[in-house]
T-cell receptor
Framework: AQTVTQSQPEMSVQEAETVTLSCTYD???????LFWYKQPPSRQMILVIR??????QNATENRFSVNFQKAAKSFSLKISDSQLGDAAMYFC??????????????FGKGTHLIIQP | ETGVTQTPRHLVMGMTNKKSLKCEQH?????MYWYKQSAKKPLELMFV???????ENNSVPSRFSPECPNSSHLFLHLHTLQPEDSALYLC?????????????FGPGTRLTVT
């Protein structure tokens, strides 16, 4: 079974600075997909960024980028120029390339990101 | 707003009660999901539906009974729950069941079993 580990229960960063959230996963699959979801205090979870394992190029979405190290099974999220609106729980998630999607997402426990003004 | 709504937002029920959670998506998606979010634990996938057909049941106790009458609505019927079932129940939808699809989550129903 796949597992996703987020070793940082909580992180704090000054506004406008950069922060990196770590995520590691365990799988025997070679093709899979990785995601970072954000859950603000309002509780509606939204997708931040995603990565296809067969692509070596790291995904980027504006201030958000990932450092995907397939051999190390590591998928960290970097947030540049942190803003107060970035404060949330961040979940790393994995999905196998099953061809049918029936496995859903496997989530980590989450990292609570605090932005200090 | 993600286009996925859930009602009620909060629910307190006794162990002998029967209640239902409702999820509705306004996105024209074909796949819907139920997740359970407990404190200090990762989100757990409970059920997956595609075009109103259940495609996954992740060893969920029978006291949880899903229903998907059409591709826009998903219910979770609850009966004789246990206190450990108290959690945030999240509904999600995606265009299809493809693995790289973004899932759109509802705000959740905070369930407390007394």
């Amino acid at each position: 079974a796949q597992t996703v580990t987020q070793s940082q229960p909580e992180m704090s960063v000054q506004e406008a600075e950069t922060v990196t959230l770590s995520c590691t996963y365990d799988t025997s699959e070679s093709d899979y997909y990785l995601f970072w979801y954000k859950q603000p205090p309002s509780r509606q979870m939204i997708l931040v960024i995603r990565q296809e394992a067969y692509k070596q190029q790291n995904a980027t979405e504006n201030r958000f980028s990932v450092n995907f190290q397939k051999a190390a099974k590591s998928f960290s999220l970097k947030i540049s120029d942190s803003q107060l609106g970035d404060a949330a729980m961040y979940f790393c998630a994995y999905r196998t390339d099953s061809g049918g999607g029936a496995d859903g997402l496997t989530f980590g426990k989450g990292t609570h990101l605090i932005i200090q003004p | 707003e993600t286009g996925v709504t859930q009602t009620p937002r909060h629910l307190v029920m006794g162990m002998t009660n029967k209640k239902s959670l409702k999820c509705e998506q306004h996105l024209g998606h074909n796949a819907m999901y139920w997740y359970k979010q407990s404190a200090k634990k990762p989100l757990e996938l409970m059920f997956v539906y595609s075009l109103e057909e259940r495609v996954e049941n992740n060893s969920v106790p029978s006291r949880f009974s899903p229903e998907c009458p059409n591709s826009s609505h998903l219910f979770l019927h609850l009966h004789t729950l246990q206190p450990e079932d108290s959690a945030l129940y999240l509904c999600a939808s995606s265009q299809d069941l493809w693995d790289f699809e973004e899932q759109y989550f509802g705000p959740g129903t905070r369930l407390t079993v007394t």
